[in-house]
């Protein structure tokens, strides 16, 4: 699976973004496409994960009702569109494949197939 992340930029508190993970490769009907972020200083963190097929999607408390994950199946891409951003949003977001877990997993290391990232920052 190769992982292309884009759409990343600067905005400003309260903005919005869009970043697309566009994926190629094997086929994708058993994989999980997740969005981490590495702010500065700070460890990788998951931002929210969506199954290539069927509707089951996770996210982390912190972006919860900011942040919405979806797919278009046609183009191979998924999404992660991202409003009302805070500062504390600030870093570089990487979309990552888990194949054929067992349910949607925010831990890392179960993401085998990484992006190269794309850099968000927002100004307050």
């Known amino acids: 699976v190769q992982l292309q992340a884009s759409g990343g930029g600067l905005v400003q508190a309260g903005g919005s973004l869009r970043l697309s993970c566009a994926a190629s490769?094997?086929?994708?009907?058993?994989?999980?496409i997740g969005w981490f972020r590495q702010g500065p200083g700070k460890e990788r963190e998951f931002v929210a994960a969506i199954r290539w097929s069927g509707n089951n999607s996770n996210y982390a408390d912190s972006v919860k009702g900011r942040f919405t994950v979806s797919r278009d199946n046609a183009k191979n891409t998924v999404y992660l569109q991202m409003n009302s951003l805070k500062p504390e949003d600030t870093a570089i977001y990487y979309c990552?494949?888990?194949?054929?877990?067992?349910?949607?997993?925010?831990?890392?290391?179960?993401?085998?197939?990484w992006g190269q990232g794309t850099q968000v920052t927002v100004s307050s």
């Open positions: 990552a494949a888990d194949i054929n877990p067992p349910y949607i997993r925010t831990t890392m290391r179960f993401y085998n197939y």
């Open positions: 490769g094997r086929t994708f009907s058993r994989v999980v």
